[in-house]
């Protein structure tokens, strides 16, 4: 009796297991693939289309095309958008720059041998682990007016003689605002840079050291280039969310007083979920997407990101 089997039946066989085999990876890969199209893509592309539409939540029937109009307004006919601007830069730039430093001084401090260290390091991260909104209900404590520790502190060492009123002037309120998110961030620069300083050789260190350098010398020579595509990430990373952070603004001065400590994104989401104007909130998340995406990239550009410098 003859065999009934076909030499395609052997290469259709073949196909059909090459073809299993290769569709594993897109069948894993297809859960995230659907989860960024539904949660990451296609929200931007509604935000986008919405930048050029007259679309408000109570006028839902009247939404309608409207081309760069909402653009228009914005830059040229907005003055709290130009104050946001303002605010914003003061927010993210001051915050940034003392939770880097003082992030760094408490890394290299932590990377030192004494004892008890370790009990130390977890308590300098427990500001990281506390929500915004609690930071902000803290340090609405901390600087109260009449019930306020800073207040109560300052009067006992005679330095002011009267209570202050931090959130009653734009500066006082804005300046709350950058400690309260300065000793909130600091944390995140610490863990980052402990590590970056773990990775530094000694042998570098001892040989600056047997050649004449003193701490400030290695620090700028040695320490800062060594720990540089970290301080480059982490400052961007962190000015990231710091531009994007409404939580502590929101419990600590609800932007105010006269929009003082309004930022970009907390207008942004006052557009959106108090006057519901999604077009024109749209067109201000567009407008500080192409801001935060020119800065970034200006910023590796300039920063060198990756690249090792020539001696």
């Known amino acids: 009796m003859k065999n009934s089997t076909y030499p395609g039946m052997y290469v259709q066989s073949a196909f059909i297991r090459k073809l299993k085999r290769d569709s594993v990876p897109y069948l894993l890969l297809a859960p ?25 939540a109570t006028k839902i029937f009247a939404r309608h095309f409207i081309g760069f109009a909402n653009y228009i307004t914005v830059l040229t006919k907005d003055p709290v958008f130009i104050k946001t601007l303002s605010n914003t830069a003061t927010w993210v730039f001051v915050s940034v720059i003392f939770q880097a430093v003082l992030g760094f001084w408490l890394a290299w401090l932590l990377c030192k041998n004494f004892h008890g260290r370790g009990v130390i390091r977890a308590l300098a991260l427990v500001p990281w682990a506390v929500a915004g909104i609690m930071v ?19 009067k006992r060492l005679h330095i002011i003689s009267m209570n202050i009123s931090w959130f009653s002037t734009g500066r006082l309120s804005m300046f709350a605002a950058v400690l309260a998110n300065i000793w909130r961030g600091i944390p995140f620069f610490t863990i980052s840079f402990m590590s970056a300083l773990a990775a530094i050789p000694d042998d570098l260190y001892e040989a600056a050291h047997i050649d004449g350098a003193n ?28 531009f994007n952070a409404v939580d502590l603004i929101i419990s600590l001065t609800d932007g105010g007083p006269n929009r003082s400590t309004t930022t970009l994104a907390l207008y942004i989401m006052n557009k959106f979920t108090n006057e519901f104007n999604y077009g024109y909130a749209s067109t201000l998340a567009v407008i ?14 300039s920063g060198k990101l990756g690249k090792e410098e020539v001696a």
């Open 288 to 301: 500080a997407t192409l801001m935060m995406m020119v800065l970034a990239f200006v910023y590796i550009k």
């Open 32 to 56: 995230v693939i659907l989860f960024i199209v539904l949660f990451m893509l296609w929200p931007i592309i509604n935000v986008f289309t919405m930048s050029f539409e007259a679309y408000k």
């Open 136 to 154: 902000g209900i803290i340090w609405s404590l901390i600087l109260g007016e009449s019930y306020g520790l800073l207040n109560d502190v300052l």
């Open 215 to 242: 701490s400030v010398t290695a620090l700028f020579k040695i320490t800062i280039p060594m720990i540089r595509d970290t301080v480059i990430l982490t400052t961007l990373l962190r000015a990231i969310w710091t």
